[in-house]
């Protein structure tokens, strides 16, 4: 592989550790790229009728630095939560969960067919005046990630350990249904098996297929 190449994969990657955030996932951070592109989407034409709905006394660059603050919260949120999140719905994983709880000094290991994971977040903010909210303005944080080879390591109803063959994600943010910043097909690789220093407990809820395919 020549150097572009490599400066290429590298820049359309990222390495799954066990804190990488969303915010890690996007490449976003406070006063750099999440606050240009989202100022730059907030004055788009799309969102003529949005600022129609906002008062005039309130300034529309605090309602940016509002969405941008706000998105940066959501952009810590753990990706491996997200992902044990879409986890518990696939009933064959959770018999599994239930087996490690059943046999809490045993090391289950879980290998889950190939699938895809639609997470999405609903962050919002709200637009006061005079003590009142008057406006609320929504937006939606979405990542849709397809799995293939997945091993996953039980123990005591929690997540210990992970090995993935391969990874690839697509972001979204939009913001009053208007798509704001994408990020479009990427790799989200895992060097080896990884053991975690904390295990992620997986809580016991409705149980059905995951979303996309399996096979």
């Known amino acids: 592989m020549t150097k572009p190449e490599e400066e290429s994969t590298k820049k359309d990657s990222a390495v799954l550790t066990e804190d990488l955030s969303l915010g890690d996932l996007f490449s976003l951070v406070k006063g750099g790229e999440v ?19 906002v008062p005039k006394v309130i300034s529309w660059s605090s309602i940016q630095e509002g969405v941008t603050d706000s998105l940066e919260e959501t952009m810590h949120v ?3 939560a997200l992902l044990a999140n879409g986890w518990k719905h696939y009933s064959k ?12 000094e045993t090391e289950i290991v ?11 977040l609903h962050p919002h903010v709200d ?22 080879g997945l091993v ?25 249904e ?19 220093q904390h295990g ?16």
Not at 130 to 136: A, L, Q, S
Request: proline letters at 3%.
């Open 110 to 120: 879980s290998v889950l067919a190939d699938h895809s994971i639609h997470s999405t």
């Open 78 to 80: 753990s990706v491996l």
């Open 35 to 53: 606050e240009t592109d989202l100022k730059a989407g907030l004055g788009a034409e799309e969102l003529t009728e949005l600022r129609k709905k």
């Open 127 to 148: 637009v006061r005046l005079g003590g009142k909210t008057v406006h609320e303005i929504a937006f939606d944080v979405g990542l849709v990630t397809t799995i293939r």
């Open 178 to 196: 208007v798509d704001v910043l994408e990020r479009k097909l990427k790799k989200l690789t895992l060097p080896g098996h990884l053991r975690l």
């Open 93 to 104: 994983f959770m018999e599994d969960v239930r087996r490690s709880r059943g046999s809490p």
């Open 152 to 176: 996953l390591g039980l123990k005591k109803g929690e997540i210990v350990s992970i090995e993935l063959g391969e990874c690839e994600w697509t972001g979204k943010i939009a913001v009053a």
């Open 200 to 215: 992620i407990p997986i809580p016991f809820g409705r149980e059905g297929a995951l979303s996309g395919s399996e096979s």
